[in-house]
T-cell receptor, first 115, second 115 residues
Framework: AQKVTQAQTEISVVEKEDVTLDCVYE???????LFWYKQPPSGELVFLIR??????QNEISGRYSWNFQKSTSSFNFTITASQVVDSAVYFC????????????FGQGTTLQVKP | DAGVTQSPTHLIKTRGQQVTLRCSPK?????VSWYQQALGQGPQFIFQ???????QRGNFPDRFSGHQFPNYSSELNVNALLLGDSALYLC??????????????FGDGTRLSIL
């Protein structure tokens, strides 16, 4: 069975602090894909990143960075120098082998960035 | 370039009724997936349509059905509505690919309330 666990339900930080959102996944597939999505209050899920299981290089995009560690089945997301606009619910998701792209989502982490 | 559009935005129904939700995919996308998101939870995969056929289905009863039209737009139908069907229904579109699941682009969702 495939499963995604985001143990942090809510995180509150003060603007300019760094924050890391944890994601742990379970799958028996050897080929799989991991995603992060952001859901602001408007409801639309915004795609942030896709990573396949063969690419363990960490990735940085502006203030965002992702740490993929296959050995611990984790795909953590760090926001550096957080801003109030980063406040949202963040979802980690898993898609197994095959091209259908069915996403298995975690429960989400609500991030509140206070000014 | 229009993104994924869903209609209606909000809908109120009573138990036992039937509902149809509509989705137009992002321009150039040929695959449509539907998700149900209960309050405070991650989205749950309902099914996916590609080339006007249901390609994969999640763990939802037959009361949930769908359709994809030649222009790639899609409908989600739910019969015999239950109180537990109250949720945000998200439509996502993507481009079919042989190089793994592509990022899905989500609409703003339809908020369905059952009284």
């Amino acid at each position: 069975a495939q499963k995604v666990t985001q143990a942090q339900t809510e995180i509150s930080v003060v603007e300019k602090e760094d924050v890391t959102l944890d994601c742990v996944y379970e799958t028996r597939d050897t080929t799989y894909y991991l995603f992060w999505y952001k859901q602001p209050p408007s409801g639309e899920l915004v795609f942030l990143i896709r990573r396949n299981s063969f690419d363990e290089q960490n990735e940085i995009s502006g203030r965002y960075s992702w740490n993929f560690q296959k050995s611990t089945s984790s795909f953590n997301f760090t926001i550096t120098a957080s801003q109030v606009v980063d406040s949202a619910v963040y979802f980690c998701a898993l898609s197994g082998s095959g091209n259908t792209g069915k996403l298995i989502f975690g429960q989400g982490t609500t991030l509140q960035v206070k000014p | 370039d229009a993104g994924v559009t869903q209609s209606p935005t909000h809908l109120i129904k009573t138990r036992g009724q039937q509902v149809t939700l509509r989705c137009s995919p992002k321009s150039g996308h040929d695959t449509v997936s539907w998700y149900q998101q209960a309050l405070g939870q991650g989205p749950q995969f309902i099914f996916q349509y590609y080339e006007e056929e249901e390609r994969q289905r999640g763990n939802f009863p037959d009361r949930f059905s769908g359709h994809q039209f030649p222009n790639y737009s899609s409908e989600l139908n739910v019969n015999a509505l239950l109180l537990g069907d109250s949720a945000l229904y998200l439509c996502a579109s993507s481009l079919g690919s042989n190089s793994g699941p592509q990022p899905q682009h989500f609409g703003d969702g339809t908020r369905l309330s059952i009284l």
